[in-house]
């Protein structure tokens, strides 16, 4: 079975690259995932350079004037990128036979969001309250996504992985996040849905009664602000029709289109580049990332809640990859044996584990999760994330994937 480590930059940097190439070699995976544009965090890096690591948003690389240079949005640059260090990666992978992927977050970037707020998902309220996440209608945003997996495929790797080419959630656009209203699920999906100018243009172009949408969206938030009691259960299509109604529901499902059409986009300006494009859905992480536990709806049937038609995006992407966060490998299997029915067997499937905490406690666990993958239909296992987990976790990997 194929799979990957994934790491940061930072990684390398702190511990060398060929200590940690070594030991990636030593847990038996195929590939190196490296990220090669990210986002800002703060990161417990146990044993990192330092102990605790600050990431900012931006590429480590130079971004190419030929691409970049008429556009309104440029990535920010990393620092040590004119040291090349994806260069020096992949020649050093390539020594050792091991595959060099470019992990990418294309639309989750507070630093552009900050700087050029219009950019950004704007609220039915006409709050522009997420910094951190580009709208996927906005034209400069695609032609930044375009640019962005051109630059990337361009460093001579093998796939771009591409993370954050769909909408995203209400509750991760910005940190700290602070509230004291108990909204419910529907209420926080409602305040997530992008009502800018472009993505109602492009609903309504669809049929879709927009304004109908963002009227019905703000009464409904708006009543729960006040303090009406907010909606509990699971969201789901029908639940959200009795909840909102069903121009609510049409406008969140037109978001779909604006996905399919900026992926297409992006994969083929990749493959031009000679590289091909692994397509990241996050439902699965937002869904279990913070305890392992996700909710009843599995995966697969929730990701159009992105705007991720995952029917459509079969015929476009060579790869898809989904998060498995989830303790119990029943619950795993179930994951990948949804998306393997959605997309079909013609399609790689990349299924993405922790092999430590929150959802991985021990070998015995990881073992039986790799094992539940591959019994549902899943290609690949890659593994999150080498700098993030102690030694003795990361040893884990290569029983896991002879066993």
Known sequence: MDSSLYVYVEDV????LEAVLDRVAGYGVAGVTVAAACHGARDVTPHGRSRVTIRRDGVHFTPPEDLFGGLRLVPPVQEGAGQEPLAALRRATAERGLRLHGWTVFLRNTTLG????????????????????LC????????????????????????????????????HGHHPERGSVPLGPMDVFLLGLCFCDFCMRRASDLGVKAEVAREECARIAGGVLDGDPPAQGEVTRAALTAYAGPEVVAYARARSEVVTSLVSEVSAAVAAEGSRLVFLDATGWFKGQA?????????????????????????????????AYARDAARVADDVGAYRRSTGRHRELRVVLRPGLPDTDSADRL?????????????AVDFYAYGLVPYPVLDRIPGALSG
């Open 136 to 171: 996927p209608s906005h034209p400069d945003v695609r032609l930044y996504a375009v640019a962005l997996g051109r630059a990337v495929a361009r460093q001579g790797v093998d796939s771009v992985v591409a993370e954050a080419l769909h909408f995203a959630t209400f509750g």
């Open 367 to 379: 073992d039986a999760k790799v094992r539940a993958v591959r019994a549902a239909g899943g290609d």
């Open 291 to 323: 305890d392992g536990l996700p909710s009843a709806g599995l995966a697969a049937h929730d990701s159009w809640q992105l705007g991720v038609d995952l029917v459509a995006l079969g015929d476009l992407v060579p790869s898809l990859g989904v998060f």
């Open 114 to 133: 900050l700087a050029n707020p219009d950019v950004t998902v704007r609220n039915c309220f006409g709050d522009r309250g997420s910094p951190a996440d």
């Open 13 to 16: 940097r702190g511990e060398g």
